[in-house]
């Protein structure tokens, strides 16, 4: 079956360019199917869009709560952070 490039990795699928995908032929006894998508149906919607939008205002978030949080307590320092969290370790005896 041939049809849109792939928009995630799939390990059983492979992306042809125009010149191979046209030549493609198949082994005696298969058929191939070509897929002819709706142009419309490949330029980004309204959801697409939306759901970039949340991204984007999540990561602001994040970045926002992370600089509120200030300074590490006395007797700790930060050795790794992860979105809202941190790990800190004691760094007195």
């Given amino acids: 079956m041939l049809g849109p490039l792939a928009t995630y990795a799939e390990p059983h699928c492979y992306d042809l360019c125009t010149n191979h995908s046209e030549r493609l032929t198949a082994p005696r006894g298969w058929e191939v199917v070509r897929l002819q998508p709706d ?6 919607s309204s959801d697409d ?3 970039l939008a949340d991204a984007v205002r999540e990561a602001g978030r994040a970045r926002a709560d ?3 949080m200030g300074p590490p307590p006395a007797g700790t320092m930060e050795v790794g952070r992860r979105g809202h969290l941190r790990v800190l370790r004691n760094v007195e005896g």
Wanted: no cysteine; aromatic share 0%.
């Fill in 49 to 51: 869009l939306e759901a």
């Fill in 39 to 44: 142009p419309e149906a490949l330029k980004p």
């Fill in 66 to 68: 992370a600089e509120e």
